[in-house]
């Protein structure tokens, strides 16, 4: 037993010979003040602006926050990191501008702020990018360290191999761009993969569309990104779902008033792209992909037949695809504006994906 404690002692982390760092919990501490002053330049933080920053562990990107913003609120989770911060900052010029949060940031209530900045616990990379743009009011942009496989899929392009989901959800919020790769020797302890830094700018206004039906869309689309809309499109259980949705909508109509306010969105609505996001799993597409290859024969084989209410489904379905001239591409090669563009031809001819 004692050998196995001093293994332990061996092999953990600390800060300033004191403080253990807890990889479990995503403490990777920026020991390069170089690039905490890039990051903190690239932020183009005001004097006035209120900075919020996610997880200061023990405060050298705060420190350098607190030198040029009007005021820093920080969320941090580790009860023992906050104690340090107030002791590194108490009596201080800055103290007085500093609040801190103890708790999780993806359950706490977020006050105002202008600007996020932040080196983040990367296994809450999704929820929290989310979370931060159903934040209202919006805030002005957001500088987070991300993994660097995370953030080449936030800025993907059409057509570019880490083009998915994530990349339509979040380019449909906002604006996203590639500021700088950071190498895992930056940190300490090192993390086992390369970081890079993305600057986020919520939309403003944000496109007039009910996210519920967008995720549905993009869901589909995005299931089988490199087969065409049509063959997508022509499966039995897409068709299924679609006509569900259908006979449910129609069922309502008949009762009641259905009004789609598209116009009003909320931090609600947001969230459904959070949740959706959150089963992607890095890494993991060219597994997917393989995997899509061997069920090409059994998909062709579930595929609706010519007769009965489902062929007459699945004539209107590929009608709006020809429509449209979608009907042979691929979800891999869509724009922001050609997913809104189908969805409101699939809601214009009352085909619905929620």
Same mark, same amino acid.
């Given at each position: &037993? ?19 760092? %807890? ?27 209120? #900075? ?7 405060? +050298? ?41 103890? =708790?999780? #940031? ?40 991300? @993994?660097?496989?995370?953030? &080449? ?25 590639? *500021?700088?790769?950071? =190498? ?16 986020? /700018? ?6 007039? #569309? ?15 990104? +490199?087969?065409? *809309? ?19 909508? @129609?069922?309502?109509?008949?009762? @009641?008033?259905?009004?789609? /306010? ?29 995997? /899509? %290859?061997?069920?090409? #024969? %059994? ?28 009907? %042979? ?6 724009? @922001? ?18």
């Amino acid at each position: &037993m004692a050998g196995g404690k001093i293994q332990q002692k061996r092999h953990q982390h600390r800060w300033g010979g004191g403080l253990p760092f %807890e990889k479990s919990k995503g403490q990777h501490i920026l020991k390069n003040p170089m690039l905490v002053e890039t990051i903190v330049h690239k932020s183009g933080i005001e004097p006035t602006d209120v #900075v919020l920053e996610i997880g200061p562990g023990t405060g +050298n990107l705060t420190k350098k926050l607190l030198e040029v913003a009007k005021s820093v609120v920080a969320v941090e989770l580790d009860p023992r990191m906050v104690l340090e911060l107030n002791r590194r900052f108490q009596g201080t010029p800055h103290s007085g501008r500093l609040k801190l949060i103890e =708790g999780d #940031v993806l359950k706490c209530e977020l006050p105002y702020f202008d600007i996020c900045v932040a080196n983040i616990p990367y296994r809450i990379s999704s929820p929290l990018t989310f979370k931060l743009l159903a934040h209202r009011p919006a805030f002005r942009c957001a500088v987070i360290m991300f @993994q660097r496989e995370f953030a &080449m899929r936030l800025v993907a392009n059409p057509g570019d191999a880490l083009y998915c989901r994530l990349s339509v959800n979040t380019q449909l919020l906002a604006r996203v761009s590639h *500021l700088l790769k950071v =190498g895992r020797n930056n940190f300490r302890p090192p993390p086992k993969v390369d970081s890079a830094v993305v600057r986020i /700018e919520p939309r403003r206004p944000l496109p007039p #569309v009910s996210f519920k039906e967008w995720d549905g869309l993009v869901r589909l689309c995005f299931n089988r990104k +490199n087969k065409t *809309l049509g063959s997508i499109f022509r499966q039995k259980n897409v068709l299924s779902l679609l006509e569900k949705n259908y006979k449910t909508l @129609q069922a309502l109509q008949a009762t @009641q008033k259905v009004q789609m /306010e598209e116009d009003k969105v909320s931090s609600d609505d947001v969230t459904v792209l959070a949740e959706m996001i959150e089963e992607l799993s890095m890494g993991d597409d060219d597994e997917k992909e393989a995997e /899509e %290859e061997e069920m090409e #024969v %059994e998909e062709d084989m579930d595929r609706v037949g010519e007769g009965g209410e489902s062929s007459s489904f699945k004539d209107q379905a590929l009608r709006v695809l020809k429509q449209g001239d979608f009907a %042979e591409k691929r979800a891999a090669k869509l724009t @922001q504006v050609d997913f809104l563009y189908l969805l409101s031809l699939f809601n214009g001819a009352g085909i619905h994906f929620s």
